[in-house]
């Protein structure tokens, strides 16, 4: 995900663009858990997106943000991913792309590759299962997390 200055700009102009299409209201809360979404490509949890905006907003709950970011979800405004079992990871990138997921830091990569548009899957194998889309999770570990960049190695 692109996080210039210019394409986080974009991004919020036509967040607001769709709350006011949908009638959601801009509350100072929702715009700063999507602003924390918008400029973030590690794709945050509730709690990262908590603890980061907590301390210039004392009266925001974990539960307000949580229910913000369902409704956020329920309106198409940003996908949920759920590349580990314990905790539901944000994407305010609605572009179709791919995930790289890394098990050590868990960081989330957004990547995408023409040859991922179209899947060599048969039909027959799909026993008339109709496909909408897919999304496709590579799970391992990004450049720093491997053992060379390791401090251990290192020394
Ligand atoms: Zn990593
Ligand atoms: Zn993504």
């Known amino acids: 995900m692109d996080t210039s200055p210019a394409a986080i700009e974009m991004r919020l102009a036509a967040f607001r663009q769709r709350c006011g ?23 945050p949890g509730a709690e990262d997106i908590y603890r980061r905006i907590k301390p210039g907003m004392p009266s925001l709950s974990l539960g307000t943000v949580y229910r913000t970011l369902e409704l956020f979800e ?17 994407d305010a990138n609605l572009d179709d792309h791919h995930h790289l997921v890394c098990v050590r830091c868990r960081r989330i990569i957004d990547f995408q590759d023409d040859r991922l548009r179209e899947l060599p899957v048969e039909p ?25 960049h390791s401090p251990a190695a290192r020394s």
């Open 124 to 148: 027959a194998s799909l026993d008339g299962f109709q496909v909408l889309g897919h999304r496709i999770h590579l799970v391992g570990l990004c450049a720093e997390c491997q053992p060379e």
């Open 74 to 90: 329920e309106h198409g405004l940003i996908s949920r991913l759920h590349a580990f079992s314990d905790q539901s990871r944000f």
């Open 21 to 43: 299409a949908l009638g959601l209201a801009l509350t100072p809360q929702r715009l700063a858990i999507y602003q924390v979404l918008a400029g973030d490509a590690s794709h």
